[in-house]
């Protein structure tokens, strides 16, 4: 970051208005805030947090790590504090959209979320709507369970594709924990993501989506099946292949590619 986003023009002039501080996480004994990264819940590295003069996070970065991208992010937490205003002031739209924004962040349990819910006096048909997006955001449901759950639920459209963008994510993400140094499961992901892709569910997350393709292309280079290989080789490198740091780890796929179109065609020689 520091060669990339951090020492870019843009950056500095942006940052003068903002407050700036970065935590290096070590093992030093009697480092200065050593439980910073867990009491912020913080899962990798680097990480962007924007937050409160109080020291509430307001909003993770999840956007491009470039000065427009955290500009963005910034904008977003400059929104919620003008929703604090709203909620304050008794406005129940801005009350439901900023509890959920603290279930996301974790800053809610379960039980806290659906005590302020009823708080709200709702009618029912938007109450089962907000349970539904408390009780996955918290982990009451699993991602496939909340996608079953989805197709029977009435909501608006683009309150539906964020619902389905954030359960793909999640759905990605749990799959790739396991996956992340083990090539069986990585292999596994990849069946099971090929399966979701039938579904229409693509996730859109920065990491998530060639997360997904990865593990595609390792279970299309398993089941020695070009045709997939081809597809999502041809994904990612729409995707990312400009960038010229990326350029011998796409070589180096495309003759992965050559190899199986290569052996799958021995294979049907055989059968032939």
Not at 10 to 36: E, M, N, Q, R
Request: hydrophobic share 40%.
């Amino acid at each position: 970051m520091e060669a990339a986003a951090l020492s870019d023009e843009k950056f500095t002039a942006w940052s003068k208005g903002c407050v700036l501080y970065c935590h290096i996480t070590s093992k030093v004994k009697d480092a200065p805030h050593a439980a910073l990264p867990g009491e912020k819940d913080v899962a990798g590295f680097p990480t962007f947090l924007v937050l409160d003069a109080a020291g509430e996070v307001l909003v993770r970065h999840d956007g491009e790590r470039s000065p427009d991208g955290f500009a963005k992010t910034v904008a977003r937490a400059q929104e919620i504090v003008e929703r604090r205003k709203k909620a304050a002031g008794g406005d129940v739209e801005a009350r439901i959209a900023l509890l959920l924004q603290r279930v996301r962040l974790k800053q809610r349990t379960l039980e806290e979320a659906m005590k302020e819910l009823d708080s709200l006096k709702l009618a029912d048909a938007r109450l089962k709507e907000l349970t539904f997006v408390v009780s996955f955001e918290l982990g009451a449901l699993t991602p496939d369970d909340a996608w079953t759950q989805l197709k029977a639920l009435e909501v608006a459209a683009d309150q539906r594709k964020e619902l389905e963008a954030r359960i793909n994510n999640l759905a990605v993400m749990e799959a790739c924990k396991a996956a992340a140094r083990d090539v069986k499961e990585r292999v596994a992901a990849g069946r099971k993501f090929l399966a979701m892709k039938k579904d229409g569910r693509i996730p859109t997350g920065n990491l998530e989506f060639p997360a997904f393709w990865r593990c595609i292309l390792a279970y299309a280079e398993d089941a020695v099946d070009p045709a997939v290989y081809e597809e999502g080789l041809g994904i990612l490198e729409e995707k990312y292949g400009g960038k010229p740091s990326a350029k011998s780890s796409f070589d180096a796929m495309k003759e992965t590619l050559k190899r199986l179109k290569e052996a799958k065609g021995k294979t049907e020689r055989k059968e032939y």
